[in-house]
Each structure stands twice: as C-alpha cells, then as structure tokens.
C-alpha cells in the first residue's frame, strides 16, 4: 500500500496521533467493537456447520471435526413439504410489515410534531412509545382477552352491538392472522421509532418554516417540502436497516415471537415461516446443522437486501448508510 | 492487513481451543474409569446384581448402608434443567436442611432459566456440566445416557455403595439400561409390576379423559352418555337448546380422550400391532377417529380456536362456565368446580363414569410406555462421584424417599388408619417452596408418591373426581415398557425423518380434523400417510422395530 505524506509525517503516524488524541473516546469505540467480535464475529465460525454433519455429542471441537456434507441440508429444506409455504408465508409477512410499520412512525412523528399544545404532544408520545417496552408474550395475552371467541371484549362488543351474529375467531381463522400481527406491530413498536424521526424534524432548522409562511406555504406544503425532505437521510438510513431486518420482521423485529405465540395449528399455513420452523424442526429437536442452514439462508436473504437498498439509495438519492 | 487477520484468526482460535478445553481436566482428578476401561457386553448387565451381592440379607433397613459411613459435609453442583421448578435454593426450605444432616450433601443449585432451552445443550457441547443434572425431556435422557457425559451408576454402585445395586429391582435397571450395557440414572416414579398392583399406585393426573357438565345433563334429561354416539347425541342436544354455549373443547397439545375411547395410540408414538412396532397414525383406526371429530367441527359441536389456546388460556375458557364438555387431563372437573364453588356459579363439572363406548364396547386401552418422568445424572465431570452416588442411595432409601415426598411426620404429615400421610391443616397455606415436600424427590418411587398423592387426595374432598378417575383408569392401563426405547435418539440418522414427521403430524392432525367436508377429511388422511412415507417413516419403522426387537428379551426374562 502506498503511505501518503502529511507534512513529515507518515500516514501511519498521523493516524497513530490522531488516536491517542481522541483515546477516551476511542475507548468507548473499541468496547463496541470487542463486544461485536466477541459477540457477532466470532460466532460466525458456527456457520460452517450448515455445511456440515454436525452432532452436539461432538462438542464445540466437532464444529471443525465434523463430516462436511456440502449443501446436503440447504437441499433438504429445498425439498421439505413446508419449503414453498414458509418462504411465502415469511415473505408477506415481513413485507406487508414493511409497508404499513415502516410509514407509521414516519407519519405519526410529522402528525405529532404538528401538535402545538406541548402537554398534549408529550402524553401522546409516551403513551404511544410504552407498548415497545411489554413483551411479545404479555402482548399474545391481551391479544387473547381482546380477540377470542369465547369471552374475548372485541366479540362482545361485536355482538351486543349487532354487527354480527356470531362471535368471529380471530385467533383461529388464517385469514385475519397478518392483519393482527401487522397492527399490534404498528401499535407496539410505532410510539418508539417516532422518537428517531421526531429527533430528526427538531433538528430542522425554523427558519426555513418561516420562510416559506413568508412566501405563502400552507401546512401540507411545509410538510411536502421542507420536513420530509429534511428528515430524508434519516428515513433512508431507517429503511435500510428495516430492510436488513426484513426477514426478521422489520423495525420492531417481532416476526418469530408473533408468529410462536399468535401461530397455531389452525393458522399454520400462514403462521408457520421460517423463524418457527428453524426452531420447531431444527433447534428444538438437536438438529443444528438443519437449524443453521435455514438460518444462513436468511442471513444471506437479508445480506443481499441490505447491499441492494444501500445501492439502490444511492443511485437515486445519493445518501445511504455505508 | 494480513497481519491483522492473521491476528483476528488466531484470537479466534484461542478462543474456540479456550472453550473446546475446559472441563476435560476433572475427568483426572476424580479418578474415573475411561470407556475404553468400561465393559461394553449388555449382556453381562443383567447379571450385575448378582455379581456384585455382598450379604443375601442385606435390606434398607442394615445399619450400616454406604450413605450412613461418610456424612462429612460436601458441596455439590446441580442444574435443575425445568424452568418451572419452584425451588432452586438449598437450605432454604424445611426439608433440605434434613438431607444436608443426614448425608452431609449441600447443593449448589442452578435452574434453567425461562425461555432459554438451550442453557444444557451449551453446559454439554462446551463440557462444562456441573456435578449432578435433573432433567425431565426424553431428548435429554438420550444425550446425558452415554460415557461422554456421565458417570454410569452401575459402575459407581460397585465401587461405592454395592448394596445398592442389589436392592434395585432388575427390571427397573433393565428399563435404564442403555445400549452400552450400563445405566445413567434411574427414572423417578417408576413403578415395578409389584408395586403397580399396590392401590396407591395409579396412573398419572395427566392421564387424558372426558368432563361434562353435569348441571347441563340433569336439565336435558339425563340422557344416555355410554358411547361416542352418545355423546355426539347430547351435543347436539346442547347445540340446539342453548346456542350460545360451546358444546366441546378439546385441548390441542393432548392425547385426545376420543382416539383414547378408540383404543388408539397416540399418533406420533409406538404401539405394537402383531409383533410389528409402527408409528400411531399408521393404526387403521384412526381414519375413523378423524370422520369422528371432523364431524364434531362441521357440525359446530367443536369450535375451530379450541385448537388455538395455550393451557392458561384453554382452562380459563372452560371455567368461564360457557363450555359443556372437555377434553384434556383428569383435573379438569376438580379445577373447574373449584372455582365455580369460589364465585358462586351452579355449574358443576363431571368426568364421564367409564370410557364411552365405541362399536358397542370399550376399546380403551390406554399404552404406558413410560418408565417414569424426571432423571439425575452424575456428570462426568462430578468432582466428588462417591459422596454423589451415596447422596442419590439416600434419596432413593424408604427413609430418604418418605422424608423428600411427605416430610416430617408429625409436622407435615399424620398417617391415618390406612397408613396415608395426611396433612395438618395449616399446611395448605405454605407453599412447596417453603416446606420443600416432593420438590427433593428426585429419586422417588411411584409407590412413596403415591401414598402422598392419595394422602393430599384424602385431605381434598369434595375435590377428588381426578383422583377417582385415576383409580378408574388403572385397570384399563396396557403396561409397555420396551416402547420407551424404540424412538430414534437424537444422533440416529433417522432422527432428521422422525423429526419432520412429528412436526407434520402436529400440523396435520389439526388440518384433517378442520376439513370441510368429510371426502376432504379422508383425503387429507390419506395424503398424511403418504406424505410421512416421502419423509423417510419406512426407515424410522425399520428402525423402531430393530431397537423393539433387542430390548423386548429384557422383558420376557
């Protein structure tokens, strides 16, 4: 490599000053990038036992001493009667999670930054950031209170105020099982990701808004055209790293967890993905090799993902995250 | 940059040899035979009692039994691999203090923690399980049962405690004995066939069967409720005259009590057909079943969501009062009339009288393949295997088993004049966790638990309809150990096929049962079945049929 001269100085020694200049924070750097090593990285040498005949009764040491079998178990799931439903089923999910959480918090932080009363706009936004904090299992719970058909309240109410005859089974009729997963997305994690783009319409400078009342811009106009524009980097910056977690469920993540706990042997042929089936056929059952091949074709899935939109992004609006 | 990576790899690699290495070095320390030292003849196994008798007339009462001779105290590792275990302190309770003075043995205990079922899975891939592991899942069972893990109590018996080997009944160690020869634990609650003929020893609560509002039956007239027929009759029945109620719930994660008043196995076990082990769907009877309960859908007696609910969920549907009959274990009258009786409801739960019939008599014929429910295991890694052994003949002594199930007499418990432990009165109002009854048990027999369980039966009144079906249950039970070993273990090849095939028959029962039509219910059916023979159940049979066929002699001896 060619070292560069910084008047005297080597590229190395700048780099090396410019380091200890800044080494209390490089410290909080380096702690992060320990934790990714030890966390992200150095698991990743598990990976090669999607390749391989591994068996737990081999210990750590087996993840290397293992038989390689080549793609024997990527072409087993290939060929799983579940193949095709989990792939759609993973698929919709995630992306009709996309289209409907990714604009949510997006919408609901220009909504909430329009609010002039500051009280009002502060008990909004924490009482619509508080779901992200109850987890997934408590959420199945009121989910079950509200929704079933024996006692659930939405039922009752259905039916005391005769809107229907019957009680409907939310919880069992495959039909309504995305709808429920999207919005107790939405309501869960839309509160929490409202912060991050309403941190970034703060950031708009006001003169800009009082400009364009100068020269006549209405609500709509200033939104069009001075915040959404301004909080673009951000919104890019949250896409991608939504669609890198595509597979996974998104913003808030929640694909494995909504479809364990909301997923059923009624609703199987769309709550079954892959997330489900990784656990239910491979880790719960000791089969690792199976379970970490369908895992690397997700990661690999969402690697893909996360390069094109970045690539994408750039070609169209100039800014990505990398 | 190569350097860096070369730094990077090599971290890497101390880091893997860091965690492949540890644990190896106790294996040293304790002095413990290696494989190659172990005899691998499972034909000699049989014949370890009596190579290793010490005195004909030795019994659990000698004086001087191996467990009394070193009480010096000792501190032991152990993991507690049940999440929902109450108590995961020693010391802390009224019993544990007790076996701590009389063995000397203080536990260091660890517990799994909630919704983190990999925690032993990762304790035996990186060598690092703790001096003793109580576990309860079968998959488990078959991957602490080798010599790379544990420490095999038949080989422990002979060099620490040989009375104990002795006083084992041989059947129970046949029903441990691996393919290697050797046993590594002995499964809690067993019962031998004496102590299965003893009236304290039943069937377990969890046992499936059939509950009915009786307050419901007396308003429709009493009718006839002897057969499936009968009862598809009364649904209609309550259909028809109260609309509003759900006639039927089933609960999706048991055996269905209607396959068992079919005489059907379960659909992803063994059962034996002719000699021939084959997987429980594959029984020409469940075709039937599933016209059955496909009616029972179509019909509206048997609401789709009742498959949806979670055990919480299902028994707080069937205590709300708005549910007629159900399908689940054998508590469901007593859990049910109890909270009935708390908020002043009339209702009132029954279990149906015998097992309804089907064709004109009664198929049931429930298999017990099991050979208890929990195990502990003595790591290899065990750093004291002697005081571990004696601990467990300890807790596996009459005087050992009665102090861990019933406790103190005189304390937590007075014998009647049955000879059953009955509890004072307060002691409803102390929790397991307090008093410790039962939850040191882990190396009970049927017959000790038993006695508690029919003692608190006793105490229980009016809530005894479980404890009175059990006792129904029993004569109908068709005893078959040997199905416990013929499922593929976790590293057989067969276990991928056998893996896919349970978690499409999950699926599947559901889907069959939920068909629209009766045509489309068969039709499902039949694609199961072939669909199973696509997954590879042709070899999973061959191979569940190979494993019968050598453990079968144990049981004809």
């Known amino acids: 490599m060619k070292k560069l001269n910084y008047g005297g100085l080597t590229s190395r020694n700048k780099i090396w000053s410019t380091f200890k200049e800044q080494k209390y924070l490089q410290a909080f750097t380096l702690a992060g990038i320990v934790f990714l090593l030890i966390f992200a990285y150095i698991p990743m040498v598990g990976i090669i036992i999607a390749f391989k005949d591994y068996k737990l009764t081999s210990g750590f040491a087996g993840f290397f001493t293992s038989k390689w079998v080549g793609f024997k178990y990527f ?21 009709l999670k996309l289209v409907f959480t990714f604009p949510a918090p997006i919408i609901f932080a220009i909504i909430l930054n329009e609010v002039r009363n500051d009280k ?63 919005l107790s ?138 | 940059m190569k350097r860096y990576f070369t730094i990077i790899l090599l971290l890497v690699f101390i880091l893997t040899s860091a965690l492949t290495g540890c644990g190896k070095s ?37 004086a001087d039994l191996s467990w009394k001779k070193d009480t010096s105290p000792v501190t032991l590792s152990a993991f507690i691999d049940m999440s929902w275990y109450v108590v995961d302190t020693w010391g802390k309770d009224d019993i544990s203090p007790i076996i701590t003075e009389k063995t000397g043995v203080t536990l260091d205990i660890t517990k799994a923690t909630t919704g983190d079922s990999s925690q032993l899975e990762v304790m035996i891939a990186s060598n690092q399980l703790p001096d003793l592991v109580y576990v309860e899942n079968s998959i488990m069972f078959d991957r602490l049962s080798n010599s790379q893990y544990s420490l095999a109590f038949d080989e422990l018996m002979k060099q620490y405690c040989p009375e104990f080997l002795q006083l084992l009944d041989p059947v129970e160690i046949a029903n441990n004995t691996e393919e290697d020869g050797h046993f590594y634990s002995l499964t809690n609650s067993y019962a031998s066939d004496s102590d299965w003929q003893d009236p304290s020893v039943l069937p377990s609560v969890g046992s499936s069967w059939l509950h009915v509002r009786e307050d419901i039956l007396k308003e429709l007239g009493n009718p006839p409720l002897e057969t499936l027929d009968d009862f598809m009759n009364i649904l209609k029945m309550v259909k028809e005259k109260y609309p509003n109620m759900t006639p039927f719930i089933q609960f999706a994660d048991w055996e269905p009590a209607i396959a068992k008043f079919m005489g059907l196995p379960d659909i992803d076990s063994a059962y034996v057909d002719n000699g021939k082990v084959k997987l429980g769907i594959t029984h020409p ?74 064709n004109g008599e009664i198929k049931y014929k429930p298999i017990d393949s099991s050979l208890g429910w929990a195990k502990v295991f003595i790591s290899k890694n065990c750093s004291n295997p002697k005081r571990a052994i004696n601990f467990l003949e300890f807790l596996r ?24 432990p009955i509890r004072p009165a307060d002691f409803a109002s102390r929790t397991y966790t307090e008093t410790g009854i039962v939850q040191w048990g882990w190396m009970t027999t049927a017959k000790i638990s038993g006695i508690e369980f029919v003692g608190r039966q006793k105490a229980l009144e009016p809530y005894t309809l479980g404890f009175q079906t059990v006792q129904k249950i029993k004569p109908y039970v068709d005893r078959q150990p040997a199905l416990a070993f013929v499922n593929p273990k976790p590293d057989d090849p067969e276990s991928e096929a056998m893996a896919k095939i349970q978690e499409y028959l999950r699926a599947q029962n559901t889907k069959i049962i939920m068909s629209k039509t009766e045509e489309e219910a068969v039709a499902e059916f039949n694609k199961t079945l072939d669909e199973i023979n696509k997954m590879g159940y042709p070899d999973v049979e061959k191979l569940m049929n190979t494993k019968y066929s050598k453990v079968i002699t144990r049981y004809q001896k």
């Open chain 1, 75 to 95: 072409k087993e799931f290939y060929n799983d009667v579940y193949f095709w439903p989990i792939i759609r089923n993973t698929m919709v999910l995630s992306l």
């Open chain 1, 185 to 322: 997305d939405v309501w869960k994690e839309m509160g929490w990701w409202t912060i991050i783009f309403l941190a970034a319409i703060v950031g708009i400078d006001q003169e800009i808004y009082q400009a364009s009342i100068v020269d006549g811009a209405g609500r709509l106009q200033r939104i069009w055209y001075i915040t959404i524009p301004s909080i673009k980097e951000t919104i890019i910056v949250v896409l991608i790293l939504s669609l890198g977690s595509l597979l996974g469920g998104g913003l808030g993540g929640s694909n494995f967890e909504q479809a364990y706990l909301l997923g059923n042997t009624v609703n199987y042929n769309v709550s079954n993905i892959l997330q489900t089936y990784t656990m239910t056929v491979g880790l719960s059952k000791g089969r690792y090799s199976y379970a970490a091949a369908m895992g690397l074709i997700q990661s690999v899935i969402s690697l893909i993902l996360v390069y094109s939109s970045n690539y994408i992004s750039k070609k169209i609006s100039g800014s990505g995250l990398f």
């Open chain 2, 26 to 62: 106790k294996e040293a320390e304790n002095n413990i035979p290696t494989d190659s030292e172990k005899t691998t003849d499972s034909t000699t196994q049989q014949d370890n009692a009596a190579e290793t008798k010490v005195d004909e007339n030795i019994t659990w009462e000698t």
């Open chain 2, 397 to 420: 002594s009459p005087e050992g088993d009665k102090l861990t199930c019933w406790g103190v007499e005189g304390v937590h418990y007075n014998l009647d004049s049955d000879g059953y």
């Open chain 2, 285 to 358: 009877g469940y075709l039937d079943f599933y016209k059955y309960m496909n009616k029972l859908y179509r019909e509206g007696y048997l609401p789709a969501e009742s498959y949806t609910y979670s055990m919480d969920q299902f028994n707080q549907i069937y205590q709300s009062g708005n549910v007629f009959s159900v399908a689940f274990n054998c508590m469901v009258s007593d859990n049910a009339n109890t909270v009935f009786d708390q908020t002043n409801k009339p209702y009132h739960f029954v279990p149906v009288s015998a097992p309804l019939k089907y």
């Open chain 1, 120 to 182: 009002v706009k502060r008990v909004v936004q924490t009482v619509s950031y508080l779901p992200h904090f109850i987890s997934w299992a408590v959420v199945a719970g009121l989910l079950f209170s509200f929704l079933n058909q024996q006692t659930g309240l939405i039922n009752q109410l259905l039916v005391s105020l005769e809107i229907v005859d019957e009680p409907i089974s939310f919880l069992a009729d495959p039909k309504y099982f995305w709808a429920i997963c999207v």
